[in-house]
């Protein structure tokens, strides 16, 4: 294995949700792959920073794992960006422990992709509404990669469901095996097409 | 006279420190303990002590005094005012029925009416001491079995004045009044004045402790003298219990009343520590004062008789006691409680035996022998109990959860099994219940179980350290265990049952302070849930919040302090063995809060959270100042 990959899950309603559910039961439990559950380890947003600290620094890529709340991220990920990512440590002067690590999110929303377009339903793409994000990844000297992103949550059909988790897998084995050329990967809008060009190649 | 003393108080308390231990090890109750080490110190045994037991006796009875002193300190008037139906409904059941009973038995052995009479009217007394003593000890003190059998003891108290009035009617040769041992101040007045005496002495008791008690109490308290404060506790009761003896009254009843009318002063608490351990010492110097009385001389000359007459009189005992349970509804596993607890002849019986030599209706032989019975039936109460807690109880107990299994047996044991189902147990049932979690509950409250199992919860009735009970509540298959009873004590021994045969079940545990939980974390358990701690953090972030702190601040400060309460105590836990060996004092405990409370300023565990501190925030980044730091520096040194 090459990346040890960090899956920070916030959902405050896992248990309700679909599509959420299909998608962590692709993580596979093993060596090299942290799955990270926010709401059930702070239900009281009592974050513990120095444990948070001490995980990013043992992993190499992390990813968001969450839903596109109000076009952002639940409010407990939010107190995690907050609590962990403190001045002098992850960015501002001698704020380098985590540089060049990687991060990427991974959403669920409602509505279809064709509402996250200008002129659309949101009015704004999902890259554009994720801006934060990257800003925050980029101050803390880390590269930021494309999102995956389940669109129409609500609407998928089983059958679809397992086809946006197989992918996910397949994200999953590729971020731990494969070394990263992040400015390839920048390119893509969201790195769902990434997997799909890489499973059939 | 000086050795002499110091040579028995060695035998006494050696004898008690070694017994004691060793019978409640093996599950007996310390009565027991104290009166089989009275029997291995006394004459027939290793000698240490003579026919001086009578006289230890003597003494001792005064703990039997202190006890209803503290027992009126925990029941206000009010209280009491709404037992007087069941104190005279039980206490004249019982005293007719057995006395009736025991009076035909006599008079078929042949014996004189006389000679019957009085022994019968001593024999249905029972023993205040023994069984307030157990029932406390076993935590049953307010089941309806303890309440009742208090009902029954208290109205035997107040019989024993009218009792030893008419003794001396029985009596065929008139007495002097100063040899019948019980002469009072007011023995040379008529009745009518006797009576204004008597109703005179109580209501001085009433208003004298309402109105001269408190005040001097408050004016020795002012002292800071701890020793003033308990002398001033024990000159009250002995006080009272003088003016009882003149007056002709029982010394016990009279500190009761004493108790009762200080109940709700701001001393209770006080007097209840200073008093106690003087009760505890002389009830257990009573108890081996019984067992040492106990003349196996006799009991070798007619062994047969003895032995006939003890389980004649214990089976007539418990054979009233039972019907009336009968009568006023007690449930069954009350009912054996009640009737096997009272069935024992009283402390009284002594009083009334010695009483009645002297009057002579009782030859020495016969009050020799019948002393001997009340002391051998005082030891087989608390055999009696065992055996009712290990055979009888467990019967009613798993009896009911058969009955409930073949009722429904497609259920199968639910996951979570709750112990303990008071407020604090309720609760959480509550909270499980509104999540559709139904839990197994288990609770020696009769009346709790039974207005539980109308609401529909799956309870079982009883003592939740019983192995069988456990396993049939299905502690084998459950999931989850919820340690929840309110004594620490009944819940570590539940949870020590718990680890011992169920490895795997995984326990929550209840804990009163940090004390109970380390010694739950030396058993193992992680999951440990101080009573004291979350409510008082609770409450100190509100108090922090009434006095400005934004809510949000002094919230996270509670939840820091948890967790730092929480590390610390296992840290803690560790390092505290040399003090778990023995009982902490209160002293060592007040130098242990020193010691958290210290550590607390030291450690600073409230570091700020500077996350969102600005101030904090911009000095970091002022330093930056020099070397400014934009995103394209930060793409820059990427490259």
């Known amino acids: 294995m090459l990346n040890r990959v960090l899956i920070i899950f916030a959902h405050p309603l896992f248990e309700k949700s679909r599509i959420n559910r299909e998608l962590v039961s692709q993580v596979p439990s093993q060596e090299g792959i ?168 | 006279m000086n050795g002499d003393f110091l040579a028995q108080a060695l035998v006494y308390l050696a004898a008690a420190v070694f017994c004691v231990p060793i019978a409640k090890k093996i599950g007996m109750s310390s009565v027991l303990g104290y009166l089989l080490s009275g029997i291995v110190i006394g004459p027939y045994a290793l000698g240490f002590i003579g026919q001086e037991g009578q006289d230890i006796m003597h003494v001792a009875e005064f703990g039997v005094v202190m006890m209803l002193f503290l027992i009126g300190l925990e029941l206000e008037p009010a209280a009491f005012w709404q037992m007087r139906r069941s104190i005279v409904g039980f206490g004249t059941a019982q005293l007719a029925g057995t006395t009736l009973l025991l009076l035909a038995l006599f008079m078929a052995l042949g014996w004189s009416l006389t000679m019957a009479l009085a022994v019968a009217l001593a024999l249905s007394m029972s023993s205040t001491a023994i069984v307030l003593q157990t029932l406390k000890e076993k935590g049953l003190s307010n089941t309806i079995a303890g309440k009742s059998s208090f009902s029954v003891l208290l109205f035997q108290d107040i019989a024993v004045i009218p009792i030893l009035a008419i003794l001396p009617l029985l009596a065929t040769t008139a007495v002097l009044p100063h040899e019948s041992g019980h002469h009072s101040l007011i023995d040379d007045q008529p009745g009518w004045i006797q009576t204004i005496l008597v109703i005179g002495a109580v209501g001085a008791i009433y208003a004298v402790g309402n109105y001269a008690v408190v005040p001097l109490l408050r004016l020795v308290a002012k002292t800071g003298l701890r020793e003033m404060f308990t002398a001033s506790s024990l000159l009250l009761v002995v006080a009272v219990a003088f003016l009882m003896q003149q007056v002709g009254l029982s010394p016990a009843l009279g500190s009761f009343v004493a108790g009762m009318v200080l109940a709700s002063s701001e001393f209770r608490h006080e007097l209840e520590s200073d008093i106690e351990p003087f009760k505890g010492l002389l009830l257990g110097l009573f108890f081996i004062g019984v ?121 199968e044991h639910h996951r979570v099994i709750i112990a303990g189902f008071g407020h604090f147990g309720s609760t959480i049932g509550r909270l499980l219940r509104a999540n559709g979690v139904e839990a197994t509950i288990l609770d020696n409250n009769s009346d709790q179980v039974e207005l539980l199992r109308k609401m529909g919860f799956k309870v079982y009735y009883g003592d939740a350290t019983r192995l069988d009970l456990l396993k049939a509540a299905g502690a084998g298959e459950a ?132 996350s969102w501190d600005g101030t904090y925030v911009r000095d970091n980044l002022l330093q930056a100042d020099e070397q400014p730091l934009t995103p394209s520096d930060v793409s820059a040194r990427k490259e």
């Open chain 1, 34 to 201: 942290t799955f990270h559950d926010l709401y059930e380890l702070y239900p009281d947003f009592n974050i513990d920073v120095e444990a948070e600290k001490a995980l990013l620094l043992a992993h190499d890529v992390i990813i968001w794992n969450h839903p596109f709340y109000w076009y952002s991220c639940p409010a407990l990920l939010k107190q995690w960006i907050d609590m962990v990512l403190e001045v002098g440590w992850a960015y501002g002067p001698g704020g380098t422990a985590l540089q060049d690590k990687v991060v990427m999110q991974v959403l669920s929303t409602g509505g279809p992709q064709a509402a996250y377009q200008h002129g659309g339903h949101n009015r704004f793409t999902i890259r554009e509404f994720l801006a934060p994000f990257e800003q925050t990844v980029r101050l803390c000297r880390m590269h930021y990669l494309p999102p995956f992103v389940v669109h129409g949550a609500h609407r998928l059909q089983p059958a679809e469901i397992r086809a946006q988790s197989a992918e996910y897998a397949s994200l999953l084995r590729t971020l731990q095996e494969e070394a990263l050329d992040v400015a390839r990967l920048s390119q893509y809008t969201y790195l769902n097409e990434w997997i799909k060009e890489t499973k059939v190649l």
């Open chain 2, 291 to 411: 067992g040492a009385s106990i003349n196996f001389q006799l009991l070798a000359e007619a062994p047969s008789q003895i032995a006939m007459l003890v389980s004649l009189i214990i089976g007539i005992k418990l054979l009233v006691l039972l019907s009336i349970g009968k009568i006023f509804k007690l449930k069954h596993d009350q009912n054996f409680l009640f009737a096997l607890g009272l069935s024992q002849v009283g402390e009284f019986a002594f009083v009334l035996f010695s009483f009645s030599s002297q009057l002579q209706i009782l030859d020495s032989d016969w009050t020799g022998k019948l002393t001997a019975i009340t002391a051998i039936s005082m030891m087989t109460t608390p055999v009696l109990l065992l055996i009712n807690e290990r055979f009888i109880a467990p019967y009613f107990g798993t009896k009911e959860a058969v009955e409930e299994k073949a009722a429904d047996s497609i259920e």
């Open chain 2, 479 to 610: 999931t989850l265990f919820i340690a929840a009873i309110d004594s620490p004590e009944i819940n570590k021994e539940l949870i020590h049952t718990l680890t011992k045969h169920f490895p795997g079940l995984k326990v929550l545990a209840r804990a009163r302070n940090r004390f109970d939980a380390y010694e739950l974390m030396e058993m193992g358990i992680t999951n440990i849930y101080r009573e004291t701690l979350y409510t008082a953090v609770h409450l100190a972030v509100d108090a922090l919040s009434q006095l400005g702190f934004r809510k949000y601040s002094a919230t996270r400060q509670g939840q820091k302090f948890i967790q730092y309460d929480e590390r610390g105590l296992t840290k803690l836990a560790s390092s505290r063995h040399d003090l778990s060996e023995y009982i902490m004092t209160a002293r060592q405990q007040i130098e242990y809060q020193e010691k958290l409370l210290h550590d607390d300023l030291m450690q600073n565990f409230s570091s700020e959270d500077h």
